[in-house]
């Protein structure tokens, strides 16, 4: 189990006067610290962790949110910013002397120029808000994390959000152009806007990802980018994971880029055609979904080349898309994997380690091999195209020496992970699951330059601390 | 910028030795390309990562690259060649830009240093994004490390994107791993005459907001020429495969009727041009800035600087930068800045004799709250401040 910092007893001891003061900044029912109602923000998609906060503010503008930010600087208040909650590794947990704040009243797109290819929307809008707001003229907004439907922009950035499509379009940091963002002290700064790049330091791309760590960000200005004229899927099956990660590297290396190229083992296989009856290939121990874009004469040449390079690695079978509904076929089981573990295991642990993809076969093995050591079955699925893996532990929550086991399973894949040149995270974030684990990808002096950065920001650590940093050797966070 | 620097360790640790034996400020340099650009430095000894070199790493499968920081850009772009990839951002050689034609290729630390992008930016790849791990060394002489080699990486605070830009003020680039991208097939550029720059944005912005993958958006306005194209006219330029290419031409050529199409070599020469600003031929004594703004902003704007300066310009990024060519006085800076700030962008000044430089804002002004944050930053990497003081602001 992961420690968190003690409750500042100044400040549960002055709770009903914070509570007073904040309802004094954010009027009518924007302000709740009714336990029931506290209920739906005591965890996110990390529910193994649940932890009730002080109160939980719900600002609706920009002011407000700079308002509630200085007034938990000056009465040394912590603070958990929170989008839509559904972080994965825990970055929106509360602390229970901590006043959450919930950016989902900020919901307003406030410009979209196709132009300028560009979109300012305020933090609270989803992911595929922003998408929906500019579809009809034949725009998207590129990242796409599989919680598109409910994750907000705000945490997108905090996060720094990925997705299947970031091959080819790259994730948050690279879609960004400006952002409205608040200190600890409650002073409201501008950064980027409608222009390319900064003329100084780049503190757009120091808060990307920085998981509420440096303050909050009220509005983003996004890049929309045109759609292609449409997209189709292939699927390549393969007797091994050594073969499919061989096919992987051919693929990189041809000069011909995918919009999306995903990876399902076996127990992974198994489990989404069980659930979507998608017609995946049950004798293949590793499945490849391959995704192209253009026009159909283009997408018709990007699928014969990629059938060739897959052909050079003796598949057990191939299918290749002929219309947008076979596509959606082969992506409806993967689309839909997370729910397929679901249903074969009462809760899993979805890990998020990145590994140089050449990596492939030798970490799969050892997986394989832990995976029997502890006795809990994992299925594989992820991003092949940059390596980030997706290991879905399987396990009983009811059972506390299961869920230890868990744990304890998916550090050893996070460590592999580093040891084969790889990192912790490549899309969820640090957050509180993966805290501990910071000092085996980093040294004592890189984690302590990281730590001075933050307090150059936040020298109090009152923001959304006890994440991303280890607890110990920080006197402000003592648990 | 010094022919000879003082320091040229050959080492990470021997940089690292420099820095925690400095007894003041050091002027932090790769090959000093650039070191035209910004504030002059209040250093007496120059340190340059030059002798730091060679590639460390290149995995074309993972479109991967690592490259210790003063390995130049040639001997990377001709190592990425032989697998048939490129960097995506397009980093330029300034040197002619700069005035300083002689002075050995950029290295890219250097380049990283100061974020420097060319045409292939608008496809939403700045140097900045395309810097997947950075080693460094800190004011205080500490070796550290952030993000990583591969492409996906969110562990803690990104100090890469603080270091990219920061041009040597928060840290010494020893080595950076980059990823890469496949080399196209073809390369094709539709060049379309247009009347001014109203027109011309607007028939960038047509093709950019086409689907057919525009990776270059440029225009050279009237009197401004490049590879035997003169303006006023609109670039715009395709690159992948065979097939694409022709397909995407024939969509484009349809959409925007009397346009030429260059190819191959023509066409990646035009480009080389455009990356490398050489088709702005500033004269010995005129000042160059780079303004970047909504792409919409970019005709007024542009107009105001030839009205009140006598400016000539290139546009690229769609319209989104303009790099800007005028007198080097006070006067023409201050037109500079107050015309970025009317269009609601921002602008760098990357040419002008040491005095004017010393004396104005080279970048725009921070308000109080950011300008708070910049000095405790900078105080958290260099808390003796002995790197590259006074490089990007007065003081800092």
Redesign the interface.
């Known amino acids: 189990m992961i420690a968190l910092p003690a409750p500042k007893p100044e400040v549960m001891g002055r709770r009903d006067e914070i509570l007073a003061g904040l309802r004094a900044l954010v009027p009518g029912d924007g302000v709740i610290s009714e336990p029931l109602r506290l209920r739906p923000y005591e965890t996110d998609g990390l529910s193994a962790y649940r932890q009730p906060p002080l109160a939980v503010v719900l600002p609706s503008s920009t002011e407000q949110v700079a308002a509630v930010l200085r007034f938990c600087h000056e009465n040394g208040v912590r603070v958990v910013p929170r989008g839509a909650g559904t972080s994965l590794s825990g970055g929106a947990l509360p602390l229970a002397d901590a006043v959450v704040i919930g950016l989902m009243r900020m919901n307003r797109i406030l410009d979209v ?6 979109a300012v929307v305020e933090a609270g809008v989803t992911n595929l808000g922003i998408t929906k707001a500019v579809e009809g003229e ?2 998207f907004y590129a990242p796409d994390p599989s919680s598109q439907l409910a994750c907000m922009i705000g945490g997108n950035v905090m ?2 959000s ?1 997705g299947a499509h ?1 091959l080819k ?3 948050t ?3 960004l152009l400006g952002v409205k963002f608040v ?1 600890i ?1 409650g ?3 501008e ?1 980027g ?14 808060i ?3 998981e509420g ?1 440096l303050g909050i960000v009220t509005e983003v200005t996004v ?1 929309i ?5 449409g997209q189709r899927a292939m699927l390549a099956a393969f007797s091994s994971t050594e073969v499919a990660g061989a096919a992987v ?2 693929i ?6 995918p919009v999306a190229l995903e990876f399902m083992d076996r127990p992974c296989i198994h489990a989404c055609e069980a659930f979507a009856k998608a017609g995946y290939p049950l004798d293949a121990e590793a499945m490849l979904i391959i995704e192209v874009e ?2 159909l ?2 997408q018709d ?2 699928l014969a ?1 990629l059938r060739d390079i897959c052909a050079r690695f003796d598949p057990i079978s191939m299918r290749v898309a002929t219309s947008a509904e076979e596509s959606l076929a082969i992506w409806k089981g993967r689309k839909g994997a997370f729910g397929a573990v679901g249903r074969i295991s009462p809760d899993y642990l979805c890990m998020d380690g ?5 990596e492939l076969p030798h970490v799969l093995r050892r997986i394989g091999e832990m995976s029997e050591s502890y006795g809990l079955a994992v299925a594989n699925v992820f ?1 092949a ?4 893996l997706h290991p879905l532990i399987m396990f009983d929550a009811n059972d506390s020496e299961s869920f230890r086991k868990a744990e304890a399973f998916g550090a050893d894949i996070l460590k592999l992970c580093v040891e084969v ?10 957050g509180v699951e ?1 805290r501990d684990l ?1 000092p085996v ?3 004592g ?3 302590a ?2 730590r ?6 936040d020298p109090g650590w009152l923001l959304n601390p006890a994440k ?1 940093f280890p607890l110990s050797d920080n006197p402000l966070l003592s648990a | 910028m010094s022919a000879v620097p003082d320091l040229a360790p050959r080492t990470e640790e021997e940089v690292a030795t420099a820095l925690r034996n400095a007894a003041g400020p050091l002027a932090i340099e790769g090959s000093g390309t650039t070191m035209g650009m910004l504030r002059p430095v209040q250093a007496s000894r120059t340190l340059s990562t030059r002798k730091l070199t060679g590639i460390t790493l290149l ?6 690259i690592s490259a210790r920081a003063g390995t130049t850009l040639p001997e990377i772009e001709a190592a990425l060649a032989g ?2 990839q490129i960097l995506v951002p397009e980093p330029p050689d300034l040197r002619v830009l700069m005035g300083v034609p002689d002075a050995p290729p950029p290295s890219i630390g250097g380049l990283v240093a100061a ?1 420097l ?1 060319g045409p292939r ?1 608008i496809t ?3 140097l ?2 395309a810097v997947l791990g950075i080693r460094f060394v ?1 004011g205080a002489g ?5 993000g ?15 270091l ?3 041009h040597g003020t ?1 840290g010494v680039i020893t080595e950076v791993t980059l990823k890469l ?3 196209a ?1 073809r390369v094709a550029t539709l060049v379309v005459r247009v009347a001014d720059e109203a027109e011309g944005v ?1 028939l960038l ?1 047509a093709g ?4 057919y ?1 525009v990776t270059g958006a440029a225009m050279l306005p009237r009197g401004v020429s490049a590879g035997g194209v003169a303006g006023p006219v609109a670039l715009l330029r395709l690159e992948d ?1 065979e ?2 290419v022709t ?1 995407r031409m024939a969509r484009l050529r349809a959409a925007m009727p009397g346009g030429e199409v260059l190819e191959g070599e023509a066409s990646r020469a035009l480009w080389r041009a455009v990356r490398d600003v050489l088709p702005l031929a500033p004269a010995p004594d005129e000042a160059v800035w780079r303004v ?6 970019a005709p007024g704007m542009v107009a105001a600087l030839r009205d009140g300066i006598g400016a000539r310009v290139l546009l690229d ?2 319209g ?2 303009a790099w800007v060519a005028g007198p080097a006085t006070a006067e023409a800076h201050a037109a500079v800045m107050a015309a970025a700030g009317v269009a ?5 000044l990357f040419r002008a004799p040491d005095p004017l430089r010393a004396a104005m804002a080279v ?2 002004p ?2 109080p ?2 300008a708070g ?2 000095a ?2 900078k ?3 260099d808390p003796a401040g002995r790197l590259n003081p006074g490089r ?2 007065a003081g800092g």
């Open positions: 120029s196709f132009t300028d290819r560009l034949g725009f996060m720094n990925g970031c379009y790259g994730v940091a690279n879609n200190t002290t002073d409201v700064i950064i806007g409608g222009h390319l790049d900064a003329a100084g330091y780049d503190w757009l791309g120091i990307t990802g920085s760590q890049r980018l045109r759609a292609a004229e590297d051919a990189m290396a041809s000069g011909v880029i253009g026009s004469e283009e040449a990007l080349r990145t590994i140089p993809t050449g991003h195209g940059d390596g980030n040149g790889g990192c912790l995270t490549g899309e969820h974030g640090v993966k910071m990808q980093f040294t002096p890189e984690l330059q990281q001075r950065v933050k307090s150059a920001f991303v | 995995r074309p499968q993972e479109m991967v697998h048939n974020n992008s930016r939403g790849f700045a900045r994004d800190n500490e070796v550290l490390r952030s990583g080699r591969v492409h996906k990486n969110v562990t803690g605070l990104d100090l890469c994107k603080l990219a830009g920061s928060l991208g496949p080399a097939e607007a912005s950019l907001t086409s689907p993958g495969v097939a694409s397909y970047s703004v909504r792409p919409s902003r990024w769609g989104g930068v609601g962008g921002i602008f760098i970048i725009p921070e308000p709250a950011l944050l910049s405790r930053v105080a958290a990497l990007m602001r």
